[in-house]
């Protein structure tokens, strides 16, 4: 298994973070609350963003707390985007869409506040296939 190292001030937590092949992802060591919940991020990277999601379990099943989407700045991270949730039922379908509707919206801004003008579909077809990058297995 690989390890990867995160240099980034917003992701040294995710430093000696192992590769899984199973879930196609970088996760980080797990922690357990006072309450009894696991939690763990798991990382999706490409060489354009990465992707983490906040994950937790309990007893009642698996969930993730938030998203965020990271690009890169030089050999830095910059966090682009994320969202909060409150124990949202993990699925991962679920967050690839969300990861998909976060970049479209961050590119769409982008966009904007150059003055440019692309069509929507296009910037929605370049969400997806930057998502889609950091979904691709590992060698």
């Given at each position: 298994?690989?390890?990867?190292?995160?240099?980034?001030?917003?992701?040294?937590?995710?430093?000696?973070?192992?590769?899984?092949?199973?879930?196609?992802?970088?996760?980080?060591?797990?922690?357990?609350?006072?309450?009894?919940?696991?939690?763990?991020?798991?990382?999706?990277?490409?060489?354009?963003?990465?992707?983490?999601?906040?994950?937790?379990?309990?007893?009642?099943?698996?969930?993730?707390?938030?998203?965020?989407?990271?690009?890169?700045?030089?050999?830095?991270?910059?966090?682009?985007?994320?969202?909060?949730?409150?124990?949202?039922?993990?699925?991962?379908?679920?967050?690839?869409?969300?990861?998909?509707?976060?970049?479209?919206?961050?590119?769409?801004?982008?966009?904007?506040?150059?003055?440019?003008?692309?069509?929507?579909?296009?910037?929605?077809?370049?969400?997806?296939?930057?998502?889609a990058e950091t979904y691709a297995a590992r060698n």
């Open positions: 298994m690989a390890t990867i190292n995160f240099n980034s001030r917003s992701m040294q937590n995710l430093n000696g973070a192992t590769y899984n092949a199973n879930r196609n992802m970088y996760i980080t060591e797990c922690y357990e609350s006072m309450a009894g919940n696991v939690y763990h991020q798991g990382v999706r990277v490409s060489d354009r963003i990465v992707v983490k999601e906040n994950v937790g379990s309990a007893d009642y099943g698996t969930f993730v707390n938030g998203i965020q989407i990271f690009g890169y700045n030089g050999n830095e991270l910059q966090l682009l985007t994320s969202r909060e949730y409150h124990a949202k039922w993990y699925n991962e379908d679920f967050i690839k869409n969300e990861a998909i509707e976060m970049v479209t919206e961050y590119l769409s801004n982008q966009i904007r506040l150059s003055g440019a003008s692309v069509n929507s579909n296009e910037i929605k077809h370049v969400a997806r296939q930057m998502v």
